[in-house]
């Protein structure tokens, strides 16, 4: 059914019939509200205006499958790891737990290999999930059906239940961060990171509870914080440096790298630009993105002044702010100068007051040891 989506959003059909197994009312209701919001980007960008419970209708022909609840004993984690700065914070966190863990990929590219390497994870330690695409769907792409943003997450967390319940470990410790919950659009709800938000992980864990019945709690380990702590925590983990990548532009080429050119790629250099900048972050991306003029509208619409967010797994407006007020004093004690986009910031807008540094969101799902490590580790400085 979360596959499913992807072939879905093709023709959009109102009417969708499942075959093998069945669903309740609540399972409808429970996937309507997933293609729904999980198609929020999807639908702002193809201009698709429907109400959630006309998107599609469910019709099951198939037989129930009645799933009995598995009482073994399940132990140590399961974590995510995407190749960016967040599932390194939280191998760094957890990395106690490695014993015990496994990381889990969809793809299984060498970065995100080399960083679960980092720290300290052995090849037989790596769950590597192969998803293939039908080639009918490629096809109806070329000839111009419907196209667009999935919600991904969400097919992470079935696969990651999938292979948590195989090799009976408790813990799914995911990245999602408490920033995911923003919108894109001012007014409405479409948000780029749906399945990364409180409100899907909340619906994921009543649904797993439900109708999959095994020992395993869902969660993000860094939900009651933000991108910019994230940012910080990244910061302190240098053997990381060199290796992460988030930019999903050069995700396509081979070797990954960052593009420098994209919403994503100035986002992380803007969010570890309080901690890193500049040497640092230059020997990262290989260029200072700051001094970019042709980012200026990208750089205007991350901080919120443009008419919708980048549709992206970016921060919040008030952290973007927050970093780049914290960078341009960083740079004015120095009495340095303030390179092109920073320049532009200061003469166009007010520099953020807030302390963004001290946030701790406690609607979260952690369960309490793994809570007080996020909190040890933060020291609220």
Not at 56 to 62: C, K, L
Request: overall charge negative.
């Amino acid at each position: 059914m979360v596959e499913a989506i992807s072939y879905f959003k093709s023709t959009c059909s109102p009417q969708f019939f499942i075959k093998c197994g069945k669903l309740d009312d609540f399972q409808e209701n429970w996937f309507k509200k997933l293609y729904y919001l999980g198609l929020g980007e999807f639908r702002f960008i193809n201009n698709i205006k429907v109400e959630q419970n006309k998107l599609v209708e469910f019709t099951s022909i198939g037989e129930d499958i009645d799933v009995k609840p598995n009482e073994n004993k399940f132990t140590g984690c399961v974590i995510p790891v995407g190749g960016g700065k967040d599932s390194n914070v939280t191998m760094n966190l957890l990395k106690k737990y490695k014993n015990d863990s496994l990381v889990f990929m969809i793809g299984g590219k060498k970065v995100s290999k080399d960083c679960a390497k980092v720290a300290g994870y052995a090849e037989e330690q790596i769950i590597e999930v192969k998803r293939i695409i039908d080639k009918n769907l490629l096809e109806l792409n070329k000839k111009g059906f419907f196209n667009g943003h999935t919600p991904f997450s969400a097919i992470v967390a079935f696969i990651s239940y999938l292979c948590s319940y195989m090799l009976e470990k408790k813990y799914i410790a995911l990245s999602n961060e408490d920033s995911a919950n923003e919108t894109n659009v001012d007014g409405e709800n479409i948000n780029h990171q749906y399945s990364k938000t409180i409100e899907f992980e909340n619906d994921f864990r009543e649904y797993a509870k439900r109708y999959l019945k095994a020992d395993i709690e869902y969660f993000s380990m860094l939900r009651p914080i933000s991108e910019l702590q994230i940012a910080m925590l990244f910061s302190r983990i240098e053997d990381f440096h060199p290796i992460f990548k988030s930019c999903n532009v050069g995700s396509k080429s081979e070797p990954w790298m960052w593009c420098c050119d994209c919403p994503k790629c100035l986002f992380v250099y803007t969010i570890l630009s309080p901690f890193l900048y500049k040497e640092k972050l230059i020997n990262i991306f290989g260029e200072d993105l700051f001094e970019k003029e042709k980012l200026l509208k990208t750089f205007v619409e991350l901080c919120g002044y443009g008419e919708t967010k980048p549709f992206e797994c970016v921060g919040t407006y008030s952290e973007i702010r927050f970093a780049i007020s914290k960078t341009i004093e960083n740079l004015e004690k120095q009495d340095k100068k303030l390179p092109y986009l920073l320049e532009y910031y200061r003469n166009n807008f007010e520099l953020s007051k807030e302390n963004l540094l001290e946030f701790y969101n406690e609607n979260n799902n952690l369960p309490e040891e793994f809570a007080e490590i996020l909190k040890d580790k933060l020291l609220f400085e």
